[in-house]
Structures are given as structure tokens and as C-alpha cells.
């Protein structure tokens, strides 16, 4: 057996959850000094009180660490003497000693070799202090990897590092037109990589038996920086950090949902087949901290646990139970009151994990319904994005910002699921390409895409897969070259080639009602049909291609429409999707601002409806099953037959007979 695969199987089973598991409800308990143990224990009491299974603890090694190089360790004795007593299973974060008041999240890498031997001593001394506590689940290796920057900031061990792993890449041969370096991208995942393998191992010496975790946070930013099949062998469960107030910038409030259901998607394809958490989730108001003040409602609260779980997560953990006391984030982020008394967020949590509990007939064994269709990046264009927003600061016109690439993916994603069809979103190199025949593939506005996935995306067209490239995808190849001189790559199987892209603003139209944002794009077709057209030019164009077909519009249109006109884009995809079976369940008719995903559990299939339209909702559902019961609502939704009435906010969960 190959190692890779040996290792994965390995973490599967210590990963694997018992017979009868639901998605379970936590919160992260936030200790430190000044604390009495009655206090801890009334924390883990309400724990168990409203239904919440899990804890997650920081293991602060400045509360641990004495001045003389000694360790105390009763403070978190007491915390995971309350868990155990509680019937609460704690998910552990290792958080070497650090300025508790300048860095909140935790240092990222180490410094030096001293710091690195430092960090080792506390792994040491808080695994081996741990490692046979009752409470104890899951190691979470480090909090919230990722730096979001596009280099290592250099220190001497990172240098150190840096130069062995030059020497083993491959030398660089020039081959004619210059080439993008993107050697500080390319040494920055591998860094990170490097640390948390070293942690892994750091850990599992003291204790092979317990899980491993890490939570990444700003999931669209910080995607490129992993290479997640290095870290897969390293856990047991994946993670992410999800707060309104600091990794929404991309979403509108009442989009929040399709944000979680997105990143969790994003995470979900990233960790198969490991099983992933929600492992920070916004409990509360903020003040100091956050990009965006806010504090969750408990509507919010409800629709982000369930989206999370028909993304197939196996729970989600609140940021905090209890507010911090003292100096940076104090007083923020509790799903608790300042008495101490359960807020209405976490009793609408306590609903929902109830409801899961109440019914392990629907969620023990349920899986997210498999989707025919997919949204496909490059992390490449991640980084081109980055690189070319830093070269050129343009803050007025989105396109040209850090983020447009994953904009213009969110954009996608929200049409597509306005017709009732969540698509998977992954990136090229874990897309399955076989069987490609009823697969539908959208990369939009990915303005790069390695060379080397010319011939699996042509195959999978001619095997009878649709692909749709909109927007500038493809505008680059992995060296950053130019890739349409001559009329583009894939030309055989767009039946086009692209003429040029012009600068228009914010106020073009392509075709009667899409709009675009900055550029629009002109093809050529040869073999393809016209879909849109003037007296100007060719804007977008279909071709068959073996058994499958292409579908070219080299316009913005994804970041145009997103606001302007977003039933013009679901129009547009709807197109393309509306004859093909690709879900068990789907709106009969686009459906604006009602997010859905569908469950498989057996027989059964789990149907979960938000509704963020901002006023009452009635939707008709197409799906073979039968008429379906009530599972879960928040407030006086209905159902008669195949039709569903959601009030304003309300999320309302179905079972159905296959």
C-alpha cells in the first residue's frame, strides 16, 4: 500500500465518529487566570445543560509557564476536570507562549531554532500532561495557519529552511518569453507545510491515540497558501475558522449564508475524505476587534449551523461561550451575557442541536446530495490576482482588487444556487475529470490556468462534460504569460478564437440584459453557434465538442451582474443547467435569496431551506420523492406538497422518502 494512502486510512479510522453520531453544537470555554473553578464548572454545566457535545480549550502556555522554567498546570486540570464531569469532549489548541497582549491569533512560524526547541519544550510538557485526560478529543495543532501575505516574512530560521528547499527544486530553464518568479508563493506553502508536519509529529510521538486538527481562517484569501495534500496525511479532521466580522468581505449581510455555504463547500473538497468542522463561528457582539461590527442574530445563528451541516460538516463551535475579561477582544464575541445567562443565540443553538440529537435516523449517516456541478479554480490565479492588486492598487474598481477572482467565483455560486443547485467548489487538481458525461464545469473569471490542464479539461469536454469559461479565465498560463496570442488554447474546443478584450466600464451590456464589468471580450467562432451579439462583435459563443460542449463569454459578466443585474446571470447559467439532472431536488423556478442544500441519509433525503429575501417566500421544489415532512423550522414556515413558504430569516428542514 502507498504510504500516502496508508497514512490517510490510518487518520480515517482514529478520525472515524461513533455509531449514532450527530453534527454536534460547541463553544470554545475561554480560560485564564483570575478565574474560580466554581466559574469553570458553571461554564461546562451550561454546556451540558443546552445540548452542546464539545469545548474547545486554548492552552495558553503563559498561564502554564513559570518565570523558574516550571509548569503549572491547574488551571486547565480544573477546565478539563468540568469537561469530563459534563460529558463535554474538548478539542485542544496548542498555543505556544507568546505577547498575549499584541498577538491574538498566535504567531504563525517560529523565529529560530531557539523558539523552535521552545515551542517543542511546550508541546512536551502540555501533550504529555494531557494526553490521558477522560475529556480530551482532538489536538488542534496550531490556531489558525495562514499569514495572508505573499511571502514568509524572512527571519533566521525561515532562511535556514528557505535554502534547503532550494536546493531540491528543479533549475529553471529559460525558454524564450520571460516568466513570472513565484518562488516566495511557492516557498510559502511549502513553509507552512513544513511547521504543522513538524507539530503533527511533535505531537503524535507523545500521543498516537487522539486527533489532529487545524482550523484555517480567511479561507479566500489564505486558500493558495496550503497545500492540502501534504497536510491531509498530518490529521484526522480538517477545519475553519467562519466570523461575520473579520472573513466576510465578500459577501452582503443578507449573503451570509451562501458565504458559509460556500467556504464550507470550499473546505468540505479540500478535506475529503477526512471529515471537517466548523471550528470557530461567531458567538457574539464585537467592539474593538473585527472588520465589521456586528453581533450574529439568533436567525443568523440558526441558518449558519444548518448550512454548515448540509455542507456535511460534523459540528460547528461557537467563538466564545464566555467573553474574554481582559485587554484585546475583552468583553466580545460570548454566546453568555454578562450574567452569565444563555443569550438568544446560543438558545437557538441549543434548537437546532437538539433537533440533530432527536433525530439520528436523518443525520448520523448523512451526506451532502452529490452535485453534477462544479465551480473550479486554480490557486495560481489566486496569487496572480494578489500579485498584479499589489502592483497596481486600484480600490475603485473591484475587478482589479485581490479579491476579484474569488468574487467573481462567489457571483457564480450565487446564481447557480438561485436555481436550486449547489455546486461543488474545488480546485483543478481535486476535480474528478472521469466520467465527465453530465458533469458541468464553470471556472469563472479564473484569470490564470496552468498549461498542464489544457488536455483533462478538452478530454473531459469531449467525454462528454460542459464547460463554461467566462469573464478573463484562461488570461494567463502558470508562468504568467499571456496565453491568447493566436486566439487562445482551447479554440478547438470553444469552436473560437478570442479577438481581444476592451476596457467599458461599469455601465456595458452584453447582449440584452447581462452586464459586464470592465472588460468585454470578442471571439471569433468557427465551429460554434452565436449565443450573444451586435453590430459590434461576437460576445458569446457554444460549441459541440465529442460528446460534450463549451460555453465561451469572455466578459465579466459574473462581477457585473453580481449586483446590477443577478437574475440576468442565473438566467444565464440557467440556460446551461436546465435540461440536465443534476441534483435530487432543485427550485421548478429561480428562486432569489432562498439558499437550499439537500442531504443523503439512507432512503431519506434532508432538504434545508433559507430564506434571505427579505420578505416571505413561497418556492415549488422538483424532486422524484414523495411529499415531505418537517423537520426543523424557526418560525411558522409551511409546506403543501412540493411547495414551501418561508417567512422572512426563517429556516425550515425537510425529510423526504427516495
Known amino acids: 500500500m502507498k504510504p500516502l494512502l496508508f497514512l490517510l486510512l490510518l487518520n480515517l479510522l482514529q478520525a472515524a465518529p461513533s455509531p449514532g453520531d450527530v453534527p454536534s453544537v460547541g463553544a470554545q470555554v475561554f480560560i485564564e487566570p483570575g478565574q474560580t473553578p466554581a466559574e469553570v464548572d458553571h461554564w461546562f454545566s451550561l454546556l451540558e445543560d443546552h445540548g452542546f457535545r464539545y469545548a474547545r480549550i486554548r492552552m495558553f502556555g503563559t498561564h502554564m509557564q513559570r518565570e523558574d522554567g516550571s509548569w503549572d498546570f491547574s488551571l486547565y486540570d480544573t477546565a478539563f476536570e468540568s469537561a469530563r464531569r459534563h460529558h463535554i469532549r474538548l478539542f485542544a489548541t496548542l498555543f505556544p507562549p507568546t505577547d498575549e497582549l499584541t498577538d491574538v491569533g498566535g504567531f504563525k512560524f517560529p523565529y529560530d531554532h531557539a523558539h523552535l526547541e521552545e515551542v517543542g519544550r511546550y508541546v512536551d510538557q502540555v501533550v504529555g500532561h494531557f494526553k490521558d485526560a477522560a475529556a480530551l478529543d482532538t489536538w488542534v495543532l496550531q490556531n489558525e495557519p495562514g499569514t495572508g501575505l505573499l511571502s514568509v516574512k524572512e527571519t533566521p530560521l525561515s532562511r535556514e529552511i528557505r535554502a534547503q528547499w532550494e536546493q531540491s527544486q528543479p533549475r529553471r530553464e529559460r525558454d524564450g518569453y520571460l516568466e513570472a518568479d513565484f518562488s516566495d508563493q511557492r516557498f510559502l506553502v511549502y513553509y507552512t507545510s513544513w511547521y504543522l508536519d513538524w507539530l503533527s509529529h511533535r505531537v503524535q510521538r507523545l500521543d498516537p491515540v487522539h486527533g489532529r486538527h487545524i482550523n484555517p481562517h480567511q479561507v479566500l484569501s489564505t486558500l493558495p497558501e496550503y497545500d492540502f495534500r501534504a497536510l491531509l496525511p498530518l490529521l484526522t479532521s480538517m477545519g475553519l475558522s467562519l466570523h461575520y466580522s473579520w472573513h466576510f468581505g465578500c459577501f452582503t449581510r443578507p449573503e451570509y449564508p451562501l458565504g458559509v455555504s460556500m467556504m464550507t463547500g470550499v473546505i468540505a473538497a479540500q478535506s475529503a475524505p477526512l471529515p471537517f468542522w466548523v471550528t470557530e463561528f461567531q458567538g457574539g457582539n464585537v467592539t474593538a476587534s473585527g472588520n465589521t461590527v456586528l453581533c450574529p442574530t439568533a436567525d443568523e445563528v440558526t441558518q449558519s449551523i444548518w448550512t454548515a451541516v448540509g455542507a456535511g460538516a460534523s459540528g460547528l463551535m461557537f467563538w466564545t461561550l464566555n467573553p474574554r475579561r481582559a485587554v484585546r477582544e475583552a468583553g466580545e464575541w460570548a454566546l453568555l451575557n454578562f450574567l452569565d445567562e444563555p443569550s438568544d443565540r446560543m438558545l437557538a443553538a441549543e434548537a437546532v442541536a437538539r433537533c440533530l440529537q432527536s433525530r439520528p435516523d436523518l443525520f448520523s449517516d448523512a451526506v451532502p446530495a452529490p452535485s453534477r456541478v462544479s465551480i473550479l479554480y486554480d490557486p495560481q490565479a489566486l496569487w496572480v490576482q494578489r500579485l498584479n492588486a499589489q502592483a497596481q492598487p486600484d480600490s475603485r474598481n473591484e ?260
Open 399 to 658: 475587478g482589479r482588487g485581490k479579491d476579484a477572482v474569488v468574487r467573481s467565483m462567489a457571483a457564480a455560486y450565487g446564481a447557480v444556487t438561485t436555481l436550486g443547485i449547489v455546486p461543488e467548489v474545488t480546485s483543478l487538481d481535486r476535480f474528478d475529470f472521469s466520467h465527465p458525461e453530465g458533469k458541468v464545469a464553470i471556472l469563472p473569471h479564473i484569470i490564470c490556468v496552468s498549461a498542464s490542464w489544457y488536455p483533462r479539461l478538452r478530454a473531459f469536454v469531449e467525454g462528454g462534460g460542459t464547460l463554461v469559461w467566462t469573464g478573463l479565465t484562461g488570461f494567463y498560463d502558470e508562468k504568467m504569460r499571456c496565453a491568447y496570442p493566436g486566439g487562445g488554447p482551447l479554440q478547438d474546443v470553444f469552436g473560437a478564437q478570442l479577438l481581444e478584450w476592451k476596457a467599458v466600464g461599469d455601465d456595458a451590456s452584453v447582449g440584452a440584459s447581462l452586464k459586464t464589468h470592465l472588460w468585454k471580450g470578442y471571439l471569433r467562432p468557427s465551429s460554434a453557434r452565436t449565443l450573444l451579439s451586435d453590430a459590434d462583435g461576437v460576445y458569446a459563443t457554444e460549441n459541440n465538442f465529442g460528446k460534450g460542449k463549451a460555453v465561451w463569454l469572455p466578459s465579466a459578466v459574473d462581477l457585473g451582474c453580481r449586483y446590477d443585474a443577478p437574475d440576468a446571470l442565473t438566467a444565464f447559467y440557467g440556460t446551461i443547467l436546465k435540461d440536465k439532472e443534476l441534483v435530487p431536488v432543485r427550485f421548478v423556478t429561480p428562486a432569489p435569496g432562498v439558499l437550499m442544500r439537500t442531504l443523503v441519509s439512507g432512503r431519506n433525503l434532508v432538504t434545508i431551506l433559507v430564506n434571505k429575501s427579505g420578505a416571505e417566500a413561497s418556492v415549488l421544489l422538483e424532486t422524484a420523492a414523495k411529499a415531505p415532512a418537517i423537520v426543523f423550522r424557526s418560525a411558522a414556515g409551511t409546506v403543501s406538497g412540493h411547495t414551501v413558504t418561508l417567512g422572512p430569516e426563517e429556516t425550515l428542514v425537510l425529510s423526504w422518502k427516495r
